[in-house]
């Protein structure tokens, strides 16, 4: 197949044009000429190559403000020949370089892994056989098929279309699905009148259809769209971290301008006080901070996919911690999601044969998406047509409710048969079919049959009703499906999962409510909300919601437990609602869960749930199961508490410290510590720091949701920052005043005491209790371990004299052992007594 431009006004031409065009047939092309057509226009479904994607990774890491700044201090020292500065500033550049491409190495590996476990399918006809490929290999003459949920994958001209309705709001904005049909439209119609096109990007909501694909990638409608512009939608934590990271470097840029006038007027070098002020500035700067979020982002979605919850963007792991309210339908994760046929009834409630078969005819005979009422019914008989010929099909849509299929009984008029919601199949019939056989009029047994029906709800069974009529044409559509003759009832069950009580139990102790939203009848949902343990349940029907205002809902939504008889598009004016006063997630896999599902702050799928719902969500589930969520939210809450743990000591400790030596550097004739000095600082420090995301979590700052609070971050900066510059202070005073220190000793005593206290805060905030009832993570602790000796011993060193750093006499290690445990004692206490105050903020 030959590389091509993709092709405009593709439709005014019919099929059998296109099917010329692109060498194609109504059996589809073959392997080969696929393989070819990817091969000749550039397009690869394998992996990319792993060296220059390494490549653009470990660039990155050297191209960031921050290193650009240690950069520019290399090349200022190489021009007045400090040798020695030269070399450690560089070591230093090419192991920070080093660790954060290791990391995001690792994290962007996750990521991959959990892209490639959900990646969308479609079906093709191909050497006239139909296979399910990734959506990415399709290409031009391809012919696809579509069913209820699917996602388009290319831009695609009808060949063969059944009751098709497709939701193209994501082109054109309009909520109420398209009606398309096969045929040819004029070149100038309007996108909103190309009604026998598919469109990439748009998803099938009900009905059926064969499709020719015309273009697919950036040669598409959406592909145009995406290259014209795109927008990325910022979560609450995303905003505060960036907004709180530019606060930081506001003030390190201010500090940074003023230490350096400071010091030139204070008549210190030229190069010396702008080597100082640098140091100063990368020393302040959160320049982890986006290595960190990254980092523990993606170790927290590789927990979480052991816990059997992919993530399919990162960024939503830290929504996912700040989850206070979870809204589910009932089906497969309070109950089993296992259908059972109960029993098949007339309209008297009398076991009914008919009735049954009936039902499995229209089962057997249905050819939309897989639901599991047809599969219960299927599984009683494998073949209950002998002597029935399939004519013609009316798919089940959400505002029916109800599928019909037609048959040709050999009767000579062909039987329409129809099951559905009871309420949807009750409306469009004028009979009822007697125990005898006979036809009644319906209104003289309407009553009985709705008591009858609210008694089956009353025990919790699901009801569906069955009905037939009879009809002449061959090609039955929704017009057709009235006067019909009602049959009876299938009644269904759908056990409550085993320890599902215990599960809502969890839920309960991490803090997290549970409101069901389902479209089942109102007595079936209150049986089930009984039965799983909900006490008391208040519900809300969908015929009510309809009656409220939006201030109305939001108010009776906080405290309804079981919305029942709701309509699709009322899941989404729900979940709106409840966002007033909640964090909310929300669990659905089905075509009408999917306005919900993005509407929600977290939208949760499943892994065996239609496209639509899958692509829409943020996370998705490998079990339809509220326990695996129980744990995944747990993973996504010490992911939260472990970011923050890098953001309270960047804004306590470090900020302390830095800020004392800008303050000292403009009392002492001498500069408090080197510039090389001050960057080392920073190095050691941010060593361990790196191992964060690994920590332990208390198990109490688990059972509360997490909430990004800049006012409590800004309370914690400047209350550990006192604290820190206090002890700067205390040192201060006793190396200078007290041991009355040459320059070396005190810039030695300063820097090892200012590389202790800014290790040992971490083991301090880690934990909202006293630190030593709190075990850290294994690998945080050894990495600490190490750098506290490695500072201990680093003046004892051969090159120390080439860090500027001389042996320390043993009363200046004894006043700095000192200094440091009263650190640890006041910082414990401070600490305790702050998460006290202003609350237990993971």
Known sequence: MPVREPSSEFWKFDPEFWYSRLKSSPEGITEKAAADYLKQ??????????????LRILARQFFNPLMLLLIGAVILSAFVGELSDVIIISFIILAAGLLGFFQERNAGKVVEKLQSMISVKCTVLRDGKYRDIDASGVVPGDLV??????????????????????????????????????????????????????????????????????NTGAGTLFGDIVKSGASVVESAFEKGLREFGYFLMKITMLLFIFILMVNLLSHKGVIESLLFALALAVGMAPELLPAITTIAMSAGAKKMLQQKVIVRQLSSIQNFGEVNLLCTDKTGTLTEGKIKIREAVDYEGKPSPTVLNLACLNAFFETGYSNPIDDALRSIAENPGPGFAKVGE?????????????????????????????????????????????????????????????????????????????????????????????????????????????????????????????????????????????????????????QMSSEALAHM???????????????????????????????????????????????????????????????????????????????????????????????GSTFGNMFSLAAASMILPYLPMLPKQVLLTNFISDFPYMMITSDNVDEEQVQNPGKWSIKTINRYMVMFGIHSSVFDIITFVTLYFLL????????????????????????????????????????????????????????YLPFSADLGLVALPPAYLLAIVAIILLYIMTGDWLKVYFFRKHGNMP
């Not at 226009?41 to 390494?54: E, R």
């Not at 007697?434 to 089956?456: C, H, M, N, P, Q």
């Not at 309960?508 to 109102?522: A, E, F, H, P, S």
């Not at 820097?751 to 009832?773: A, Y």
Request: proline letters at 2%; aromatic letters at 6%; charged letters at 25%.
């Open 557 to 651: 939504a906080r405290h309804t437990d079981i919305f029942a008889e709701v309509e699709p598009q009322q899941k989404e004016r729900i979940i709106q609602s409840l966002r007033k006063s909640f964090t909310v997630a929300y669990l659905g896999d089905g075509i009408n869960d999917v306005s919900a599902i993005n509407a929600a702050d977290i939208g949760i799928s499943v892994d065996n749930a239609v496209d639509v719902a899958r692509e829409a969500a943020d996370v998705v589930l490998l079990e339809k199961d509220l326990g695996v969520l129980c744990k995944g939210i747990v993973e996504g809450r010490k992911t939260f508490a472990n970011t923050l743990k890098y953001i309270y000591i960047s804004t």
């Open 145 to 214: 098929l579509f069913n209820a949920g699917d996602i388009i994958p290319a831009d695609c001209l009808l060949v063969t279309d059944n009751e098709l309705y497709v939701n193209e709001s994501s082109l054109t904005g309009e909520t109420f699905p398209v009606r398309k049909a096969s045929g040819t439209v004029g070149a100038d119609a309007q996108l909103s009148k190309r009604t026998n096109c598919l469109w990439e990007g748009t998803n099938v909501v009900s009905g059926k259809s064969r499709a020719l694909v015309i």
């Open 740 to 795: 009355r220190s040459t320059p070396e000793l005190f810039r030695t005593g300063w820097f090892v005491e200012s590389v202790l206290t800014e290790l040992v805060i971490l083991f301090i905030i880690r934990t909202h209790k006293s630190f030593f009832r709190s075990r850290p993570g294994k690998y945080l602790l050894i990495l600490t371990l190490v750098a506290v000796a490695f500072t201990v011993l680093l003046p």
């Open 41 to 54: 226009n550039g397009i690869s479904i394998q992996k990319k190559s792993q060296f220059s994607a390494d």
């Open 394 to 546: 009316i798919p089940f849509d959400f505002v029916r409710k109800r599928l019909s299929v037609v048959l040709d009984d050999g009767s000579g008029v062909n039987l329409l048969v129809c099951k559905g919601a009871f309420e949807n199949v009750i409306s469009v019939c004028s009979k009822v079919k007697l125990a005898d056989g006979s036809e009644a009029d319906l209104s003289t047994v309407l009553d009985r049959i709705r008591a009858l029906y609210k008694s089956f709800g009353d025990q919790g069974f699901r009801v569906i009703s069955v009905s037939t009529a009879r009809i002449s044409k061959a090609q039955a559509d929704k017009d057709d499906e009235k006067d019909m003759l009602f049959c009876g009832f299938i009644l269904l069950e759908d056990p409550v999962k085993a320890g599902i009580g215990d599960t809502i139990g969890e839920l309960r102790r991490l803090n997290i409510r549970l409101k069901v939203i389902t479209g089942d009848n109102r007595n079936v949902a209150l049986a089930i909300g009984r039965q799983v343990g909900i006490s008391d349940p208040e519900v809300l029907t969908g015929s009510e919601l309809i």
